[in-house]
């Protein structure tokens, strides 16, 4: 069920159960919302529960709002965002499972902040996330709790801050690509115990930065202990 309610800003709360969902979302404005609280301040969560799902969300405008938990496997997500100080908070398999998640972001603007968990000890595997950002001064913290990762993202902007975990994961891997100075970036890659057959489990992290004043972090071993 989706709910669209007038008010001054666009505003949709969700509460999904179901496979083989597709939705496609776009917002257009300012100060838009998917999830959360709504603008009386009543507690209206975005929930997502299924398989298979393709979800598409695309909001244009600044100070927008996507916030929610997801369980599902074999499904795809594609989010785009273009504006300034907009905030993403999502988590995908807080409880139950999270398998074969295939996530596309692009992001283009401004002081916009992206908070996203994908696994949580839960039953999760593989992950395929790239992220695409055009933009100063974002902050953007991402954990991924998952067997196997490909995580790619490419950074173009100035002071941009991010912080990134894997663990768990058998088959981990991160490639950044960063244009842009003084970025400050912490990347933590754990990995955990092998799938089964497997006898060597591999952590690979691929940099290409051109930045003056970057400070890069990197902490790197076969350990699902976080660091």
Known sequence: NAIAQATDDNEINIDQTGDTLTLYIDQYGYGNKIGLDDFSSSSSPMAVTGSSLNINIDQIGNENLLFGTIVADSSTYNLLFTGDSNS????????????????DVDITG???????????NASAERLDMDLTLLGDT????????????????????????????????????????????????????????????????????????????ATIQINQKDSANDS
Not at 142 to 158: H, Y
């Open 110 to 120: 401004d002081s916009n902040t992206m908070d996203f968990d994908q696994g949580y």
């Open 138 to 213: 974002n902050i953007f913290d991402v954990d991924i709790d998952v067997d196997d990762a490909i995580w790619n993202f490419d950074i173009t902007g100035a002071s941009n801050n991010i912080n990134t975990m894997q663990k768990d994961g058998g088959e981990q891997e991160i490639n950044v690509t960063l244009s842009g100075d003084s970025a400050d970036i912490d990347i933590n890659q754990m990995s955990g115990t092998c799938a089964t057959g497997v006898t060597t489990c591999n952590g690979i992290i691929t940099l290409d930065v051109t930045s003056d004043n």
């Open 88 to 103: 993403w908070d999502w988590n995908i398999g807080y409880v139950g499972s999270a398998d074969s998640s295939t996530i």
